[in-house]
Nanobody
Framework: QVQLMESGGGSVKAGGSLKLSCAASGYNYNIYCMAWFRQAPGKEREWIAS????????SYADSVKGRFTISRDNGQKMLYLQMNSLKPEDTAMYYC?????????????????WGQGTQVTVES
């Protein structure tokens, strides 16, 4: 049974930092692309970063490029998102997701498994 569990969310002031973690279990972690998405109230779920097994394939949305860093520990089956220079518009529920295969898509419909989410609130 595939399980993804996020942690590390919280409330910070603008300009601050947070590091999100996602623990994966129930499947061969070293095959699939992993990604972070976020969803703010009243908005669609937004892809923000994805990473294949190796660091050779990393992509970021323009809205977070240069501020967020995605990484993974394949041995520990962990996915991370280091978020720096946070802005109020980064406020959202953040989700980690597993792609259906080894290709890193940017659409939520191409990710079959999701965590329960962790809330990030950035105060101005």
């Amino acid at each position: 049974q595939v399980q993804l569990m996020e942690s590390g969310g919280g409330s910070v002031k603008a300009g601050g930092s947070l590091k999100l973690s996602c623990a994966a279990s129930g499947y061969n972690y070293n095959i699939y692309c992993m990604a972070w998405f976020r969803q703010a109230p009243g908005k669609e779920r937004e892809w923000i970063a994805s990473m294949y097994v190796t660091s050779t394939t990393i992509s970021y949305a323009d809205s977070v490029k240069g501020r967020f860093t995605i990484s993974r520990d394949n041995g520990q089956k962990m996915l991370y998102l280091q978020m720096n220079s946070l802005k109020p518009e980064d406020t959202a529920m953040y989700y980690c997701a597993r792609a259906t295969g080894n290709f890193c898509y940017t659409s939520a419909r191409d990710y079959k498994y999701w965590g329960q989410g962790t809330q990030v609130t950035v105060e101005s």
